[in-house]
């Protein structure tokens, strides 16, 4: 695949102030360590294949839901939403590792 690579779409986000919103399920745990020093909030649909019309309906609806995590949340998180616009779980990283907590 060619395109711009994870790791510099996540120092972007950092160097912008720019919340991530990906369909990349594998983000948060193969690029842990890079999440974590760049201290950004990453938002992940729950999956890739309904496209663009589907999904934006679904991140207006839970909008107000992602915004009460994004101003509540100490950085790095990861949130991830599901078919229905609801934020179902929440990753938060600390210097020991992770923590996930079902929402």
Known sequence: MTGIKDPQIIADCKTYGTILLTADSDLETTWAAEIVQAKIGIVILSNNT???VK???RIIKGQSEIIAQL???KKPYVLRL?????V???RLY????SRVITI
Request: aromatic letters at 4%; a positive charge; hydrophobic letters at 20%.
């Open 50 to 52: 309904d496209g663009a």
């Open 55 to 57: 999904w934006g309906a």
């Open 71 to 73: 101003r509540t949340r």
């Open 82 to 86: 599901n078919s229905h616009g609801k």
């Open 88 to 90: 179902t779980h929440l």
């Open 94 to 97: 600390r210097k020991k590792g």
